[in-house]
């Protein structure tokens, strides 16, 4: 009999590995158990376990309500699918800004409960206290720079950021700043191209884009954006690789259907 094949578990030296000899990354949401499996055996290099669960998993507007007990029981779910991917999770509003020592705890509770891989923090400068502190108890931390929506009250707006001079000024001395830290990888939302690209040129760790362009060391997106299960969100840069929500409607239409003209179960479907 043949011995199971061993699973090489993608680690954040095997993503830097990867921007060396220009192999792109692949990123993918994902906040279940059942999902997460379907991603982690599909190949994916990396899963994130995202604040973005407020949104397509909670229904709130925005992603600041999810809590810290929420997202460790999201990524605590997520965590007994994987076996591949790196497991990257969203550290949630509230959790580490202005409060490095508070950043530092609830990174550590995150890693602890969840048995993840690394943290995934927004902000420059202004969170490199947390970042520096959280680093330095080993934990891995992904940069967020441009679009950071946990930020959606200061912004007003969710539109492409970095577009004057200032803004992108900044957004490329902050992802300097992460590099040297120690962060391994920056998420850059929604900014030119670009810039994007400049910025994935510059620092020596990898970049994950979305509506960042393509010049970028990897790609991330929503998956049940790109599985098209939300049809409400259709900003130019997600490509809808199905039309899950259309697939389920009619699956569920064709079970109600078949309850009530009596055409399920049959004779075979029965004990
Ligand atoms: O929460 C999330 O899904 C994210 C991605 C959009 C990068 O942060």
Same mark, same amino acid.
Request: with cysteine; proline share 4%.
């Given at each position: 009999?043949?011995? @199971?094949?061993?699973?090489?578990?993608?680690?954040?030296?095997?993503?830097?590995?990867?921007?060396?000899? !220009?192999?792109?990354?692949?990123?993918?949401?994902? #906040? *279940?158990?059942?999902?997460?499996?379907?991603?982690?055996? &599909?190949?994916?290099?990396?899963?994130?376990?995202? *604040? &973005?669960?407020?949104?397509?998993?909670?229904?709130?507007?925005?992603?600041?309500?999810?809590?810290?007990?929420?997202?460790? #029981?999201?990524?605590?779910?997520?965590?007994?699918?994987?076996?591949?991917?790196?497991?990257?999770?969203?550290? @949630?509003?509230?959790?580490?800004?202005?409060?490095?020592?508070?950043?530092?705890?609830?990174?550590?509770?995150?890693?602890?409960?969840?048995?993840?891989?690394?943290?995934?923090?927004?902000?420059?400068?202004?969170?490199?206290?947390?970042?520096?502190?959280?680093?330095?108890?080993?934990? $891995?931390?992904?940069?967020?720079?441009?679009?950071? $929506?946990?930020?959606?009250?200061?912004?007003?707006? #969710?539109?492409?950021?970095?577009?004057?001079?200032?803004?992108?000024?900044?957004?490329?001395?902050?992802? /300097?700043?992460?590099?040297?830290?120690?962060?391994?990888?920056?998420?850059?939302?929604?900014? @030119?191209?670009?810039?994007?690209?400049?910025?994935?040129?510059?620092?020596?760790? @990898?970049?994950?884009?979305?509506?960042?362009? &393509?010049?970028?060391?990897?790609?991330?997106?929503?998956? /049940? *954006?790109?599985?098209?299960?939300? !049809? *409400?969100?259709? $900003?130019?840069?997600?490509?809808?690789?199905?039309?899950? #929500?259309?697939?389920?409607?009619?699956?569920?239409?064709?079970?109600?259907?078949?309850?009530?003209?009596?055409?399920? $179960?049959?004779?075979?479907?029965?004990?």
């Amino acid at each position: 009999m043949k011995a @199971p094949k061993e699973v090489t578990k993608v680690t954040t030296h095997v993503l830097q590995e990867m921007k060396l000899r !220009q192999e792109k990354i692949s990123m993918l949401t994902a #906040y *279940d158990y059942s999902m997460a499996r379907i991603v982690d055996r &599909s190949g994916i290099d990396v899963i994130l376990v995202g *604040d &973005s669960a407020a949104n397509v998993m909670a229904g709130h507007k925005t992603t600041l309500p999810i809590t810290l007990n929420e997202m460790i #029981y999201h990524a605590s779910s997520v965590m007994r699918a994987v076996q591949r991917a790196l497991v990257v999770v969203d550290m @949630p509003f509230g959790t580490y800004q202005g409060n490095s020592l508070e950043a530092l705890l609830s990174a550590i509770r995150i890693m602890k409960e969840s048995n993840a891989n690394a943290v995934k923090i927004e902000g420059g400068q202004e969170i490199m206290e947390s970042v520096d502190r959280i680093l330095s108890a080993g934990i $891995p931390v992904m940069g967020h720079l441009g679009l950071t $929506p946990q930020s959606i009250n200061k912004f007003g707006t #969710y539109v492409v950021r970095a577009t004057q001079e200032e803004e992108a000024q900044k957004l490329v001395e902050d992802a /300097h700043k992460l590099a040297e830290a120690g962060c391994f990888a920056i998420v850059l939302e929604k900014i @030119p191209a670009v810039l994007a690209e400049k910025v994935s040129r510059e620092i020596p760790i @990898p970049t994950i884009g979305i509506g960042a362009g &393509s010049g970028v060391d990897g790609q991330v997106l929503v998956l /049940h *954006d790109m599985l098209g299960i939300n !049809q *409400d969100f259709s $900003p130019r840069f997600l490509r809808r690789y199905n039309n899950l #929500y259309n697939e389920i409607k009619g699956s569920v239409e064709s079970y109600i259907s078949d309850v009530k003209n009596q055409k399920f $179960p049959n004779k075979d479907e029965q004990y």
